[in-house]
């Protein structure tokens, strides 16, 4: 069982930056697993955001493109995601995902909001 926490999230301007954090309960970087961002806005369905390929690559949703990076540290089990000029169309929640052994595993979910 995979458990992920995320934290991070908040209130900020727009034009501002957050940083997101996901915590993975099991060091599964090198055991072929994709893990990524997703976002849910009010009234929308979940998206993606940003994902790490199986191929180690990286990819983005066309709407955070060159504003968003997703990293990670594979000594603290943690996924990031660093979110810059930040716009109200960027509200929603945020989920960090991890699929691995055919299962498919979701944090909490983290509340951005961005607002003057």
């Known amino acids: 069982q995979v458990q992920l926490v995320e934290s991070g999230g908040g209130l900020v301007p727009p034009g501002g930056s957050l940083t997101l954090s996901c915590v993975i309960s099991q060091n599964i970087f090198s055991r072929h697993a994709l893990m990524g961002w997703y976002r849910q806005a009010p009234e929308k369905e979940r998206e993606l955001v940003a994902t790490?390929?199986?191929?180690?690559?990286?990819t983005y949703a066309d709407s955070v493109n060159g504003r968003f990076t997703i990293s990670r540290d594979t000594l603290t089990n943690t996924l990031y995601l660093i979110m810059n000029s930040l716009r109200p169309g960027d509200t929603g929640v945020y989920y960090c995902?991890?699929?691995?052994?055919?299962?498919?595993?979701w944090g909490q979910g983290t509340q951005v909001t961005v607002s003057s």
């Open positions: 790490f390929t199986s191929g180690g690559g990286r």
């Open positions: 995902n991890v699929q691995y052994t055919g299962l498919d595993y």
